[in-house]
């Protein structure tokens, strides 16, 4: 069964432009989340989807930050126009059921600059 | 609201050193209590869970007693290896937080041969 990825595995981009990131989950795992790791601090929750709908974005900063899960599959997170602070690892998580564990894809490492 | 703190790193042992990094959390509910390893150029994996207290998660010779006494959940192995090299993180999900995973700042380990 493959786990759960994330496209791309690196991004470097210049403050004001746009980056998407994509996150596949494990097929058949309802629940996505995504979270992110900014210098070096602890790992922050963004959102969670179930299916295609949004259950929780309380995490995202601010409207700069957009997220999509189009068909209940896998999912993107845009973010537009890109600042230093968002510099981070994001990270993509499913699950099967809300309370039971999350597996995690490597993550994306975004660089802005 | 729920919170996580645990020891601040980088935390450097010789080979066959005894481990210890320390976790506590403060929440309102029966949280659920985790240890995620981050190895070098890896994602997050989940080591060890307990659901609740005094269960004990165990997992690849590593050890943590739920203790809600102490609401302390710390990570312990008796004799470390060069491989255990990574990055550790204390976290816990319960129904206040809508499970998403409420994180620790994360404790990298350094284990020298």
């Known amino acids: 069964e493959a786990g759960v990825t994330q496209f791309p595995s690196h991004s470097v981009i210049e403050k004001g432009q746009t980056v998407t990131l994509r996150c596949d989950p494990i097929s058949g795992h309802d629940n996505l989340y995504w979270y992110r790791r900014v210098m070096g601090k602890e790992i922050k929750f963004l959102l969670h989807?179930?299916?295609?709908?949004?259950?929780?974005e309380s995490g995202m900063p601010n409207n700069r930050f957009l997220a999509e899960r189009t068909g209940g599959t896998y999912s993107t997170l845009k973010v537009q126009p890109a600042e230093l602070e968002d510099s981070g690892v994001y990270f993509c998580?499913?699950?099967?059921?809300?309370?039971?564990?999350?597996?995690f894809g490597p993550g994306t490492r975004l660089t802005v600059l | 609201g729920d919170s996580v703190t645990q020891m601040e790193g980088p935390v450097t042992l010789s080979e066959e050193a005894f481990l210890t990094i320390n976790c506590t959390y403060t929440a309102t509910g029966y949280p659920s209590l985790f240890w995620y390893v981050q190895y070098p150029g890896e994602g997050l994996q989940l080591l060890l869970k307990?659901?609740?207290a005094d269960d004990k998660g165990s997992n690849k010779g590593f050890e943590a007693t739920y203790r809600k006494e102490t609401t302390s959940f710390h990570l312990e192995k008796g004799s470390v290896q060069v491989s255990d090299s990574a990055v550790y993180f204390c976290?816990?999900?319960?129904?206040?937080?809508?499970?998403?995973?409420?994180w620790g700042a994360g404790t990298k380990l350094i284990i020298k041969p």
């Open positions: 307990a659901t609740k």
């Open positions: 976290a816990l999900s319960d129904f206040d937080s809508n499970y998403q995973l409420i």
């Open positions: 989807f179930v299916k295609e709908s949004k259950q929780d």
């Open positions: 998580a499913s699950s099967q059921v809300n309370y039971n564990e999350q597996f």
